[in-house]
Nanobody
């Protein structure tokens, strides 16, 4: 069955760095656009970064220059390297796989930025 399993979240101080990962299974990973979304308490889920099957990337303005998305098709894994973290980056981060109208979601990993 389809699974997206996120890991690597945790507590980090402002200005710090963190890398979160998402391992996929049950579908042809290399064909899918892979995205990271996040949802903070009381706010709507928002797109943070995406990477196409060909490796093209896009980022929300709020994370440009601080976050980097990458993928390893051999390992069915997508990463989000986060640096210069701010308290407003605190959220649950969700992995998403999209192909046309098909969407798969992970359960999320909590990232908390606090001193």
């Amino acid at each position: 069955q389809v699974q997206l399993v996120e890991s690597g979240g945790g507590l980090v101080q402002p200005g710090g760095s963190l890398r979160i990962s998402c391992v996929a299974s049950g579908f042809t990973f290399s064909r899918y656009v892979m995205n990271w979304y996040r949802q903070a308490p009381g706010k709507e889920r928002e797109l943070v970064a995406g990477i196409t099957s060909g490796g093209s990337t896009n980022y929300a303005d709020s994370v440009k220059g601080r976050f980097t998305i990458s993928r390893d098709n051999a390992e069915n894994t997508v990463y989000l390297q986060m640096s210069g973290l701010k308290p407003e980056d605190t959220a649950v981060y969700y992995c998403n796989a999209r192909l046309s109208i098909i969407n798969h979601w992970g359960r999320g990993t909590q990232v908390t930025v606090s001193s």
